[in-house]
């Protein structure tokens, strides 16, 4: 069992940034993915981006949408992951979700399907 709390979400003006944060409890942090998603009314949850785990180490993916402008990074000492966001679009507007897979069923693990644990969701919201 994994719980997920995901904080830093807020309002902001288009061209700002924000830094989210997930602290995770329940199970050894540092062996799986964690990814982040987001979900924007009406529209379905997207993979954002996550801090993957392989044997060699690990490594980071992006949607192209949010590449060059996210970054996303873990503390493994912390049991928490970031998204630091910046140059935020008005497109960038949706609930971010924080997610763990510990299946490892596919590498890296970017659809919604791939992921077993899901924080409650933080409001961004980028005004024009």
């Known amino acids: 069992q994994v719980q997920l709390v995901e904080s830093g979400g807020g309002l902001v003006q288009a061209g700002g940034s924000l830094r989210l944060s997930c602290a995770a409890s329940g199970r050894t942090f540092s062996s799986y993915a964690m990814g982040w998603f987001r979900q924007a009314p009406g529209k379905e949850r997207e993979f954002v981006a996550v801090?993957?785990?392989?044997?060699?180490?690990?490594?980071?993916y992006y949607a192209d949408s949010v590449k060059g402008r996210f970054t996303i990074s873990r503390d493994n000492a912390k049991n928490t992951v970031y998204l630091q966001m910046n140059s935020l679009k008005s497109e960038d507007t949706a609930v971010y979700y924080c997610?763990?897979?510990?299946?490892?069923?596919?590498?890296?693990?970017?659809?919604?399907?791939?992921?077993?644990?899901w924080g409650q969701g933080t409001q961004v919201t980028v005004s024009s």
């Open positions: 997610a763990a897979d510990l299946g490892s069923r596919r590498y890296p693990p970017t659809t919604r399907y791939e992921y077993d644990y």
């Open positions: 801090a993957a785990i392989s044997w060699s180490g690990g490594s980071t």
